[in-house]
């Protein structure tokens, strides 16, 4: 009985020393959750809701993209970093033309390349000025003809941008470090490795969650189609805890994307960068919404004012990182509260859920870059506004 203790308690310690203790500071967020969720049932309801939308509106697009990005690498055995290396005069178009994309997948495609020391802060740039985040998703159903012109526009707008500020400040300004090997994921030893079966369970959750999440994006009423009450609150929910959970357990690094592509397969790193994002995303979500639930005001009060401020406003507001203070402000211009000279800063502006990781892996140049989007958001948001408003 003695010897079964000693060896129950050495277990423990080793588990102790070799998952927890390294991940403390995510287990840390967890117990919060855990906390939030059991103050109120009220709270309940904000904090289930918000890791519900962190999955189905950022958590699915960001995997598909990436499964689709990786998948291309591997199928044609190439590596997006290095074709962007070799592309030093076109690095700011292929980064615009992906941060145009609907969605946050393609702009963190790029804040990868930056990470990894590939992308120029001049194409790091360029995607922040090009996306528009899961608002695009919004707009393109409500006035698909508006969404393209935003999106054309911030193609533009990034593209040029990116370029010029090369042209400036060099293809090395700020330019992230290449990750040190010895910084990869250890497979051997576990700490980033995920089980097969916990793999398998994220990739199968995927698709509904895809299904559900595309769904939404385009305005249909999941529940009232399925004839399931709660159905997408409690799915998303799940899918954000289970994220959230092999977030916190599968290693001690800040993220898979500072290794290298043959550091292990397509499945697992779709795993691991997903949830190195949603980790962020659940925590903005969360600010946001608690922030609403606790001064009962949101975003949509700031515009509230005189017309020729509200381009402004839109700026100010793309600042925050995150895709939900984007999307209030893409339903307010659909429901005519604010004129299109607003989303037009707006859209310019904000940086969509990409942010998260580059001020995780790179804060100095999120900070410079984030400023240096509000220029061309200033010059296409008022210009519009005195020329066609």
Same mark, same amino acid.
């Given at each position: 009985?003695?010897?079964?203790? !000693?060896?129950?308690?050495?277990?423990?310690?080793?588990?102790w020393?070799?998952?927890v203790?390294?991940?403390?500071?995510?287990?840390l967020?967890?117990m919060?959750l855990?906390?939030?969720?059991?103050?109120?049932a009220?709270?309940?309801?904000?904090v289930?809701?918000?890791?519900?939308?962190?999955?189905?509106?950022?958590?699915?697009?960001?995997a598909a993209?990436?499964?689709? *990005?990786?998948?291309a690498?591997?199928?044609?055995?190439?590596?997006?970093?290095?074709?962007?290396?070799?592309?030093?005069?076109?690095?700011p178009?292929?980064a615009? *033309?992906?941060?145009?994309?609907?969605?946050?997948?393609?702009?963190i495609?790029?804040?990868?390349?930056?990470?990894?020391?590939?992308?120029?802060?001049?194409a790091?740039v360029?995607?922040?000025?090009?996306?528009?985040?899961?608002?695009?998703?919004l707009?393109?159903?409500?006035?698909?003809?508006?969404?393209?012109?935003?999106?054309?526009?911030?193609?533009?707008?990034?593209?040029?941008?990116?370029m010029?500020?090369?042209?400036?400040?060099?293809?090395d300004?700020?330019?992230?470090?290449?990750?040190?090997?010895?910084?990869?994921?250890?497979?051997?030893t576990?700490?980033?490795?995920?089980?097969?079966?916990?793999?398998?369970?994220?990739?199968?959750?995927?698709?509904?969650?895809?299904?559900?999440?595309a769904?939404?994006?385009?305005?249909?009423?999941?529940?009232?189609?399925?004839?399931?009450?709660g159905?997408?609150?409690? +799915?998303?929910?799940?899918?954000a805890?289970?994220?959230?959970?092999?977030?916190?357990?599968?290693?001690?690094g800040?993220?898979h994307?500072?290794?290298?592509?043959?550091?292990?397969?397509?499945?697992?790193?779709v795993?691991?960068?997903?949830?190195?994002?949603t980790?962020?995303?659940?925590?903005?979500?969360?600010?946001?919404?608690?922030?609403?639930?606790?001064?009962?005001?949101?975003?949509?009060?700031? *515009?509230?004012?005189?017309?020729?401020?509200?381009p402004?406003?839109?700026?100010?507001?793309?600042?925050?990182?995150?895709?939900?203070?984007?999307?209030v402000?893409?339903?307010?211009?659909?429901?005519?509260?604010?004129?299109?000279s607003?989303?037009?800063?707006?859209?310019?502006?904000?940086?969509?859920?990409?942010?998260?990781?580059?001020?995780?892996?790179?804060?100095?140049?999120?900070?410079?870059?984030?400023?240096?989007?509000?220029?061309?958001?200033? !010059?296409i948001?008022?210009?519009?506004f005195?020329l +066609?408003?």
């Amino acid at each position: 009985m003695t010897e079964l203790a !000693i060896r129950s308690g050495q277990t423990l310690l080793a588990f102790w020393a070799g998952r927890v203790a390294p991940n403390g500071r995510k287990l840390l967020l967890l117990m919060v959750l855990a906390l939030l969720l059991m103050s109120s049932a009220e709270m309940a309801e904000v904090v289930m809701q918000a890791m519900s939308d962190a999955y189905l509106a950022v958590t699915v697009f960001v995997a598909a993209t990436l499964a689709l *990005f990786y998948s291309a690498e591997k199928l044609f055995k190439v590596d997006l970093g290095e074709v962007m290396a070799r592309s030093t005069h076109w690095q700011p178009a292929i980064a615009a *033309f992906l941060g145009a994309l609907p969605g946050c997948g393609g702009a963190i495609i790029v804040v990868t390349q930056y990470t990894r020391g590939y992308a120029s802060f001049g194409a790091f740039v360029s995607v922040l000025v090009a996306t528009m985040g899961d608002a695009a998703f919004l707009l393109i159903a409500r006035e698909p003809m508006t969404g393209l012109l935003v999106m054309a526009v911030g193609l533009g707008a990034g593209t040029l941008s990116g370029m010029i500020i090369d042209r400036l400040h060099g293809v090395d300004f700020l330019r992230a470090k290449p990750a040190d090997p010895a910084d990869a994921i250890d497979l051997d030893t576990g700490s980033g490795f995920i089980p097969p079966w916990a793999k398998s369970l994220w990739l199968v959750l995927l698709v509904p969650g895809l299904v559900m999440g595309a769904s939404m994006a385009f305005l249909v009423d999941v529940d009232a189609v399925t004839g399931i009450d709660g159905l997408t609150i409690w +799915f998303g929910f799940a899918g954000a805890a289970f994220a959230l959970l092999l977030w916190a357990l599968s290693g001690n690094g800040n993220s898979h994307i500072l290794c290298p592509a043959d550091t292990t397969g397509v499945g697992e790193r779709v795993v691991i960068d997903t949830n190195f994002v949603t980790a962020w995303v659940v925590m903005a979500f969360l600010a946001y919404e608690i922030s609403v639930y606790a001064f009962g005001a949101d975003v949509s009060v700031l *515009f509230g004012a005189w017309a020729p401020v509200m381009p402004l406003v839109g700026i100010l507001v793309g600042f925050v990182p995150g895709c939900g203070p984007q999307i209030v402000v893409t339903s307010l211009y659909l429901a005519g509260a604010i004129p299109l000279s607003a989303q037009f800063a707006n859209a310019i502006a904000n940086d969509g859920d990409a942010l998260f990781p580059a001020l995780a892996l790179a804060p100095r140049a999120a900070f410079v870059a984030t400023i240096y989007s509000a220029v061309p958001a200033l !010059i296409i948001g008022y210009g519009w506004f005195f020329l +066609f408003e």
